[in-house]
Protein backbone atom coordinates (compact mmCIF):
# COMPACT_ATOMS: atom_id res chain seq x y z
CA UNK A 1 0.00 0.00 0.00
CA UNK A 2 3.03 2.47 0.63
CA UNK A 3 6.07 2.71 -1.54
CA UNK A 4 9.17 1.49 -0.55
CA UNK A 5 11.58 3.54 1.43
CA UNK A 6 14.83 4.87 2.92
CA UNK A 7 16.59 2.78 5.12
CA UNK A 8 15.18 -0.37 4.38
CA UNK A 9 16.94 -2.63 6.75
CA UNK A 10 16.31 -0.16 9.73
CA UNK A 11 12.66 0.08 9.31
CA UNK A 12 12.53 -3.68 8.74
CA UNK A 13 14.13 -4.49 11.93
CA UNK A 14 11.77 -1.45 13.85
CA UNK A 15 8.90 -2.90 12.16
CA UNK A 16 9.97 -6.68 14.15
CA UNK A 17 11.41 -4.69 17.47
CA UNK A 18 7.59 -3.37 17.13
CA UNK A 19 5.68 -6.77 16.87
CA UNK A 20 6.95 -7.80 20.28
CA UNK A 21 4.64 -4.87 21.56
CA UNK A 22 0.82 -5.71 20.35
CA UNK A 23 -2.06 -3.36 21.02
CA UNK A 24 -3.05 -4.73 24.09
CA UNK A 25 0.86 -3.40 25.29
CA UNK A 26 -0.22 -0.44 24.55
CA UNK A 27 -3.57 -0.14 25.81
CA UNK A 28 -2.58 -1.96 29.27
CA UNK A 29 -0.07 1.09 29.79
CA UNK A 30 -2.63 3.69 28.74
CA UNK A 31 -5.42 3.22 30.97
CA UNK A 32 -3.24 3.15 34.28
CA UNK A 33 -1.12 6.00 32.30
CA UNK A 34 2.23 4.46 32.81
CA UNK A 35 5.36 4.52 31.10
CA UNK A 36 6.26 2.08 28.27
CA UNK A 37 9.57 0.94 30.51
CA UNK A 38 10.34 -2.53 28.51
CA UNK A 39 9.51 -0.86 24.62
CA UNK A 40 11.92 2.06 25.59
CA UNK A 41 14.45 -0.20 27.32
CA UNK A 42 14.79 -2.92 24.11
CA UNK A 43 14.60 0.64 21.48
CA UNK A 44 17.44 1.32 23.96
CA UNK A 45 18.95 -1.90 23.82
CA UNK A 46 19.07 -2.18 20.25
CA UNK A 47 20.65 1.23 19.76
CA UNK A 48 17.88 3.10 17.89
CA UNK A 49 18.02 6.14 20.66
CA UNK A 50 21.44 6.82 19.41
CA UNK A 51 20.60 6.31 16.16
CA UNK A 52 22.11 10.64 15.70
CA UNK A 53 25.16 10.09 18.52
CA UNK A 54 28.14 9.93 16.48
CA UNK A 55 30.18 6.55 16.41
CA UNK A 56 33.39 7.98 17.89
CA UNK A 57 30.40 8.49 20.92
CA UNK A 58 29.14 5.30 20.42
CA UNK A 59 26.49 5.56 18.47
CA UNK A 60 25.39 4.86 14.75
CA UNK A 61 26.06 8.35 13.43
CA UNK A 62 23.17 8.55 11.19
CA UNK A 63 21.80 11.45 9.59
CA UNK A 64 18.36 12.67 10.54
CA UNK A 65 16.42 10.74 7.87
CA UNK A 66 17.67 7.71 9.68
CA UNK A 67 15.99 9.17 13.30
CA UNK A 68 12.82 10.07 11.16
CA UNK A 69 13.03 6.26 9.51
CA UNK A 70 13.15 4.58 13.36
CA UNK A 71 10.32 7.00 14.71
CA UNK A 72 8.00 6.37 11.75
CA UNK A 73 8.10 2.84 12.03
CA UNK A 74 7.54 2.71 15.80
CA UNK A 75 4.00 4.89 14.79
CA UNK A 76 3.29 3.18 11.83
CA UNK A 77 3.24 -0.38 14.05
CA UNK A 78 0.80 1.06 16.55
CA UNK A 79 3.14 1.67 18.83
CA UNK A 80 4.16 5.32 20.30
CA UNK A 81 7.56 6.58 20.29
CA UNK A 82 6.68 9.85 22.20
CA UNK A 83 7.55 8.01 25.30
CA UNK A 84 11.72 8.59 24.17
CA UNK A 85 11.32 10.77 20.59
CA UNK A 86 12.74 13.58 22.91
CA UNK A 87 16.62 11.62 23.14
CA UNK A 88 16.84 11.88 19.28
CA UNK A 89 16.67 15.44 19.06
CA UNK A 90 17.54 16.98 23.02
CA UNK A 91 20.82 15.36 22.49
CA UNK A 92 22.03 17.19 19.45
CA UNK A 93 21.93 20.96 21.38
CA UNK A 94 24.96 18.98 23.80
CA UNK A 95 26.33 17.80 20.60
CA UNK A 96 26.13 20.68 18.38
CA UNK A 97 27.31 23.09 21.39
CA UNK A 98 28.21 21.65 24.27
CA UNK A 99 31.75 20.96 25.29
CA UNK A 100 34.50 18.12 24.46
CA UNK A 101 33.72 17.52 28.53
CA UNK A 102 30.15 17.14 28.59
CA UNK A 103 30.38 15.20 25.70
CA UNK A 104 32.64 12.35 26.67
CA UNK A 105 30.62 12.80 30.08
CA UNK A 106 27.38 12.12 28.35
CA UNK A 107 27.22 11.31 24.50
CA UNK A 108 28.80 7.64 25.05
CA UNK A 109 26.65 6.71 28.69
CA UNK A 110 23.30 7.63 26.70
CA UNK A 111 24.54 5.62 23.86
CA UNK A 112 24.77 2.97 26.30
CA UNK A 113 21.84 3.41 27.53
CA UNK A 114 23.41 3.82 30.99
CA UNK A 115 22.21 7.56 31.14
CA UNK A 116 18.72 9.10 29.58
CA UNK A 117 18.44 12.52 28.09
CA UNK A 118 14.70 12.62 27.66
CA UNK A 119 13.80 15.92 29.23
CA UNK A 120 13.11 19.06 27.74
CA UNK A 121 12.52 22.08 29.79
CA UNK A 122 11.64 25.27 27.43
CA UNK A 123 7.89 25.94 28.54
CA UNK A 124 6.36 27.75 31.49
CA UNK A 125 3.02 27.90 32.97
CA UNK A 126 2.89 31.72 32.59
CA UNK A 127 4.67 32.30 29.36
CA UNK A 128 3.20 29.67 27.02
CA UNK A 129 4.58 30.13 23.32
CA UNK A 130 6.15 33.28 24.14
CA UNK A 131 9.46 31.45 24.86
CA UNK A 132 11.09 34.56 25.51
CA UNK A 133 9.21 35.44 28.54
CA UNK A 134 10.37 32.28 30.82
CA UNK A 135 11.37 33.56 34.24
CA UNK A 136 13.35 30.26 35.32
CA UNK A 137 16.26 32.13 36.59
CA UNK A 138 19.75 30.80 36.78
CA UNK A 139 22.07 32.65 38.83
CA UNK A 140 25.57 32.15 38.78
CA UNK A 141 27.32 32.18 42.37
CA UNK A 142 30.69 31.15 42.21
CA UNK A 143 31.50 27.70 40.28
CA UNK A 144 27.63 26.98 40.48
CA UNK A 145 24.60 28.04 39.10
CA UNK A 146 21.71 28.51 41.05
CA UNK A 147 18.03 28.17 39.67
CA UNK A 148 14.62 28.89 40.46
CA UNK A 149 11.21 28.72 38.66
CA UNK A 150 9.43 26.58 37.18
CA UNK A 151 8.44 24.43 34.20
CA UNK A 152 5.14 23.08 33.12
CA UNK A 153 4.34 19.67 30.32
CA UNK A 154 8.00 18.65 30.98
CA UNK A 155 7.58 15.30 29.29
CA UNK A 156 9.30 11.78 30.67
CA UNK A 157 10.96 14.28 33.00
CA UNK A 158 10.24 11.34 35.65
CA UNK A 159 11.71 8.79 33.54
CA UNK A 160 14.48 10.91 32.36
CA UNK A 161 18.29 11.08 34.56
CA UNK A 162 19.16 14.33 32.75
CA UNK A 163 17.22 17.69 31.52
CA UNK A 164 18.14 20.02 29.08
CA UNK A 165 16.80 23.29 30.90
CA UNK A 166 16.05 26.54 29.46
CA UNK A 167 16.17 29.15 31.51
CA UNK A 168 16.73 33.49 32.08
CA UNK A 169 20.88 34.15 33.01
CA UNK A 170 19.97 37.79 32.39
CA UNK A 171 16.20 39.76 32.88
CA UNK A 172 14.25 40.08 30.09
CA UNK A 173 14.34 43.97 31.01
CA UNK A 174 18.11 44.05 31.09
CA UNK A 175 18.92 42.86 27.53
CA UNK A 176 18.23 44.62 24.42
CA UNK A 177 16.86 41.83 22.03
CA UNK A 178 14.92 39.67 23.69
CA UNK A 179 16.28 36.57 22.39
CA UNK A 180 19.52 37.33 24.04
CA UNK A 181 19.98 36.37 28.11
CA UNK A 182 18.72 32.97 27.69
CA UNK A 183 21.12 29.97 28.15
CA UNK A 184 20.63 25.95 28.20
CA UNK A 185 21.69 23.46 30.82
CA UNK A 186 22.17 20.33 31.08
CA UNK A 187 20.53 19.41 34.71
CA UNK A 188 21.26 16.05 36.28
CA UNK A 189 17.80 15.40 37.78
CA UNK A 190 19.04 12.73 39.96
CA UNK A 191 21.68 15.14 41.66
CA UNK A 192 18.69 17.34 41.74
CA UNK A 193 15.91 15.55 43.18
CA UNK A 194 15.20 15.90 47.25
CA UNK A 195 17.74 18.98 46.30
CA UNK A 196 14.91 21.97 45.30
CA UNK A 197 13.60 19.77 42.26
CA UNK A 198 10.11 18.96 42.48
CA UNK A 199 8.65 16.83 39.50
CA UNK A 200 4.86 16.33 39.73
CA UNK A 201 3.17 14.69 37.42
CA UNK A 202 -0.04 15.48 34.63
CA UNK A 203 -2.77 13.46 33.46
CA UNK A 204 -3.70 14.14 30.02
CA UNK A 205 -5.91 12.85 27.30
CA UNK A 206 -3.40 10.69 26.28
CA UNK A 207 -0.43 8.55 28.10
CA UNK A 208 2.20 11.10 27.68
CA UNK A 209 4.23 11.05 30.94
CA UNK A 210 4.00 14.95 31.32
CA UNK A 211 5.06 16.69 34.06
CA UNK A 212 5.79 20.21 36.07
CA UNK A 213 8.83 20.65 37.25
CA UNK A 214 9.88 23.38 40.22
CA UNK A 215 13.30 24.46 40.54
CA UNK A 216 13.46 25.72 44.05
CA UNK A 217 17.24 26.62 44.60
CA UNK A 218 18.44 23.80 42.77
CA UNK A 219 22.54 24.19 42.26
CA UNK A 220 24.06 23.09 39.44
CA UNK A 221 27.74 22.75 38.43
CA UNK A 222 28.95 26.14 35.87
CA UNK A 223 30.49 23.31 33.49
CA UNK A 224 26.79 22.31 32.77
CA UNK A 225 26.12 25.34 31.25
CA UNK A 226 25.85 24.36 27.13
CA UNK A 227 27.71 26.75 24.76
CA UNK A 228 27.77 30.31 25.94
CA UNK A 229 25.78 32.27 28.59
CA UNK A 230 23.14 33.88 27.26
CA UNK A 231 23.19 32.41 23.83
CA UNK A 232 20.80 29.47 24.42
CA UNK A 233 17.45 31.00 22.69
CA UNK A 234 19.78 30.25 19.31
CA UNK A 235 20.73 26.80 20.35
CA UNK A 236 17.37 26.04 21.48
CA UNK A 237 15.89 26.99 17.69
CA UNK A 238 18.42 25.01 15.89
CA UNK A 239 17.36 21.71 17.51
CA UNK A 240 13.37 22.93 17.47
CA UNK A 241 13.83 22.18 13.61
CA UNK A 242 15.43 18.79 13.93
CA UNK A 243 12.35 18.35 16.68
CA UNK A 244 9.53 19.48 14.01
CA UNK A 245 10.92 17.11 11.28
CA UNK A 246 10.71 14.00 13.93
CA UNK A 247 7.63 14.88 14.72
CA UNK A 248 6.40 14.83 11.46
CA UNK A 249 7.56 11.70 10.51
CA UNK A 250 5.77 10.47 13.43
CA UNK A 251 3.00 11.86 12.50
CA UNK A 252 3.11 10.30 8.98
CA UNK A 253 4.08 6.98 10.36
CA UNK A 254 0.65 7.23 12.19
CA UNK A 255 -1.17 8.23 9.32
CA UNK A 256 0.19 5.43 7.06
CA UNK A 257 -1.40 3.35 10.18
CA UNK A 258 -4.74 4.71 10.12
CA UNK A 259 -5.31 4.56 6.71
CA UNK A 260 -4.12 0.90 6.39
CA UNK A 261 -6.70 0.02 9.14
CA UNK A 262 -9.56 2.04 7.56
CA UNK A 263 -9.01 0.52 4.09
CA UNK A 264 -8.65 -2.77 5.35
CA UNK A 265 -11.82 -2.89 7.55
CA UNK A 266 -13.87 -1.11 5.01
CA UNK A 267 -12.91 -4.04 2.21
CA UNK A 268 -14.00 -6.41 5.14
CA UNK A 269 -16.86 -4.83 7.36
CA UNK A 270 -20.21 -5.65 5.87
CA UNK A 271 -23.51 -4.03 6.06
CA UNK A 272 -26.31 -4.27 3.72
CA UNK A 273 -25.12 -7.37 2.24
CA UNK A 274 -21.65 -5.36 0.38
CA UNK A 275 -18.53 -4.03 2.04
CA UNK A 276 -18.51 -0.38 3.13
CA UNK A 277 -15.82 -0.10 1.50
CA UNK A 278 -17.60 -0.09 -1.95
CA UNK A 279 -19.67 3.11 -1.13
CA UNK A 280 -18.04 6.03 -2.25
CA UNK A 281 -18.85 8.15 1.16
CA UNK A 282 -16.48 5.43 2.87
CA UNK A 283 -14.10 5.66 0.18
CA UNK A 284 -13.05 9.12 -0.93
CA UNK A 285 -12.13 10.02 3.13
CA UNK A 286 -9.80 7.26 2.91
CA UNK A 287 -8.34 8.20 -0.20
CA UNK A 288 -8.47 11.69 0.68
CA UNK A 289 -6.28 10.62 3.96
CA UNK A 290 -3.66 9.40 1.72
CA UNK A 291 -3.34 12.22 -0.55
CA UNK A 292 -2.75 14.54 2.33
CA UNK A 293 -0.34 11.84 3.92
CA UNK A 294 1.68 11.75 0.51
CA UNK A 295 1.65 15.52 0.36
CA UNK A 296 3.40 15.97 3.99
CA UNK A 297 5.24 13.00 3.49
CA UNK A 298 6.98 14.84 0.32
CA UNK A 299 7.28 18.00 2.25
CA UNK A 300 8.98 15.67 5.05
CA UNK A 301 11.92 14.63 2.53
CA UNK A 302 12.41 18.28 1.64
CA UNK A 303 12.70 18.82 4.80
CA UNK A 304 15.44 16.56 5.62
CA UNK A 305 17.12 17.14 2.67
CA UNK A 306 16.99 20.67 3.95
CA UNK A 307 18.53 20.07 7.16
CA UNK A 308 20.75 17.36 6.33
CA UNK A 309 22.27 19.59 3.51
CA UNK A 310 22.98 22.32 6.05
CA UNK A 311 20.17 25.22 4.46
CA UNK A 312 18.03 26.97 6.54
CA UNK A 313 15.13 24.42 6.83
CA UNK A 314 12.91 26.70 8.76
CA UNK A 315 9.91 27.05 6.70
CA UNK A 316 10.50 23.22 5.56
CA UNK A 317 10.81 21.87 9.23
CA UNK A 318 7.56 24.27 9.68
CA UNK A 319 5.34 23.13 7.10
CA UNK A 320 6.14 19.55 7.47
CA UNK A 321 5.19 19.51 10.65
CA UNK A 322 2.00 21.48 9.61
CA UNK A 323 1.18 19.33 7.12
CA UNK A 324 1.74 16.43 8.68
CA UNK A 325 -0.17 17.02 11.91
CA UNK A 326 -3.35 17.54 9.97
CA UNK A 327 -2.94 14.76 7.91
CA UNK A 328 -2.73 12.44 11.16
CA UNK A 329 -5.12 14.17 12.88
CA UNK A 330 -7.47 13.86 9.82
CA UNK A 331 -6.48 10.33 9.01
CA UNK A 332 -7.71 9.54 12.55
CA UNK A 333 -11.08 11.50 12.52
CA UNK A 334 -11.70 8.97 9.32
CA UNK A 335 -10.75 6.12 11.32
CA UNK A 336 -13.36 6.44 13.99
CA UNK A 337 -15.85 7.02 10.96
CA UNK A 338 -14.41 4.39 8.86
CA UNK A 339 -15.03 2.29 11.82
CA UNK A 340 -18.48 3.40 13.27
CA UNK A 341 -19.08 1.92 16.76
CA UNK A 342 -15.75 -0.01 17.13
CA UNK A 343 -13.92 2.82 16.30
CA UNK A 344 -14.83 3.94 19.87
CA UNK A 345 -14.11 0.51 21.59
CA UNK A 346 -10.50 0.58 23.47
CA UNK A 347 -9.30 -3.22 21.76
CA UNK A 348 -9.32 -1.10 18.07
CA UNK A 349 -6.71 0.98 19.32
CA UNK A 350 -8.29 3.49 16.73
CA UNK A 351 -9.66 5.95 19.55
CA UNK A 352 -6.34 5.56 21.97
CA UNK A 353 -4.63 6.93 18.19
CA UNK A 354 -7.41 9.11 17.72
CA UNK A 355 -6.33 11.05 20.92
CA UNK A 356 -2.78 10.75 20.75
CA UNK A 357 -2.49 12.43 17.34
CA UNK A 358 -4.37 15.48 18.61
CA UNK A 359 -1.80 16.51 20.55
CA UNK A 360 0.34 17.42 17.18
CA UNK A 361 -2.02 20.38 16.86
CA UNK A 362 -0.76 21.85 20.19
CA UNK A 363 2.68 20.68 20.94
CA UNK A 364 5.66 21.20 20.66
CA UNK A 365 4.11 24.05 18.70
CA UNK A 366 0.56 24.64 17.54
CA UNK A 367 -0.37 24.73 14.08
CA UNK A 368 -0.97 28.69 14.39
CA UNK A 369 2.00 29.81 15.53
CA UNK A 370 3.72 27.58 12.33
CA UNK A 371 1.21 29.80 10.13
CA UNK A 372 2.07 33.03 11.95
CA UNK A 373 5.75 31.82 11.11
CA UNK A 374 4.75 31.40 7.39
CA UNK A 375 3.25 34.36 7.15
CA UNK A 376 6.49 36.67 8.33
CA UNK A 377 9.72 34.78 7.39
CA UNK A 378 8.27 33.32 4.32
CA UNK A 379 5.68 35.76 2.89
CA UNK A 380 6.90 39.11 4.33
CA UNK A 381 3.85 40.00 6.23
CA UNK A 382 3.51 42.17 9.58
CA UNK A 383 4.79 39.82 12.58
CA UNK A 384 1.46 39.88 14.67
CA UNK A 385 2.85 39.55 18.47
C1 LIG B 1 1.30 16.59 26.31
C2 LIG B 1 2.24 17.72 26.13
C3 LIG B 1 3.61 17.49 26.15
C4 LIG B 1 4.50 18.56 26.06
N1 LIG B 1 5.84 18.34 26.22
C5 LIG B 1 6.69 19.39 26.35
C6 LIG B 1 8.06 19.20 26.72
O1 LIG B 1 8.52 18.07 26.88
N2 LIG B 1 8.82 20.30 26.93
C7 LIG B 1 8.36 21.57 26.77
O2 LIG B 1 9.11 22.51 26.98
N3 LIG B 1 7.06 21.79 26.40
C8 LIG B 1 6.22 20.74 26.19
N4 LIG B 1 4.90 20.94 25.85
C9 LIG B 1 4.41 22.31 25.73
C10 LIG B 1 3.99 22.67 24.30
O3 LIG B 1 5.13 22.92 23.53
C11 LIG B 1 3.05 23.86 24.43
O4 LIG B 1 1.83 23.39 25.00
C12 LIG B 1 2.79 24.52 23.11
O5 LIG B 1 3.95 25.12 22.63
C13 LIG B 1 1.70 25.59 23.26
O6 LIG B 1 1.97 26.43 24.36
P1 LIG B 1 0.84 26.68 25.47
O7 LIG B 1 0.25 25.38 25.85
O8 LIG B 1 1.40 27.51 26.55
O9 LIG B 1 -0.26 27.48 24.70
P2 LIG B 1 -0.43 29.07 24.63
O10 LIG B 1 0.85 29.70 24.22
O11 LIG B 1 -1.08 29.53 25.88
O12 LIG B 1 -1.45 29.19 23.43
C14 LIG B 1 -2.84 28.80 23.55
C15 LIG B 1 -3.48 28.84 22.19
O13 LIG B 1 -3.38 30.17 21.66
C16 LIG B 1 -2.73 30.15 20.40
N5 LIG B 1 -1.87 31.33 20.28
C17 LIG B 1 -1.00 31.84 21.20
N6 LIG B 1 -0.39 32.93 20.70
C18 LIG B 1 -0.87 33.10 19.45
C19 LIG B 1 -0.61 34.05 18.40
N7 LIG B 1 0.28 35.04 18.55
N8 LIG B 1 -1.29 33.92 17.24
C20 LIG B 1 -2.21 32.94 17.08
N9 LIG B 1 -2.49 32.01 18.02
C21 LIG B 1 -1.82 32.09 19.19
C22 LIG B 1 -1.90 28.87 20.36
O14 LIG B 1 -1.75 28.43 19.04
C23 LIG B 1 -2.76 27.91 21.20
O15 LIG B 1 -3.69 27.27 20.36
C24 LIG B 1 4.00 19.87 25.88
C25 LIG B 1 2.62 20.10 25.81
C26 LIG B 1 1.74 19.05 25.95
C27 LIG B 1 0.26 19.33 25.93
Request: aromatic letters at 8%; proline letters at 3%; glycine letters at 8%.
Amino acid sequence: MFADQDYPEIREAVRRLCAEFPGEYWRELDAKREYPASFVERLTEAGYLATLIPEEFGGSGLPLSGAAAVLEEIQRAGCNGAACHAQMYVMGTVLRHGTDAQKQQYLPAIAKGELRLQAFGVTEPTSGTDTTSIRTFASRQGDEYVINGQKIWTSRAEHSDLMVLLARTTAREDVTKRTDGLSVFIVDMRAAAGNGLTIRPIRTMMNHSTTEVFFDDVRIPGANLVGEEGKGFRYILSGMNAERILIAAECIGDAKWLIEKSASYAGERKVFGRPIGVNQGIQFPIARAYANMRAAELMLREALRCYEAGENCGAEANMAKLLAADASNEAANMCVQTHGGFGFAEEYDIERKFRETRLYQVAPISSNLILSYLAEHVLGLPRSY
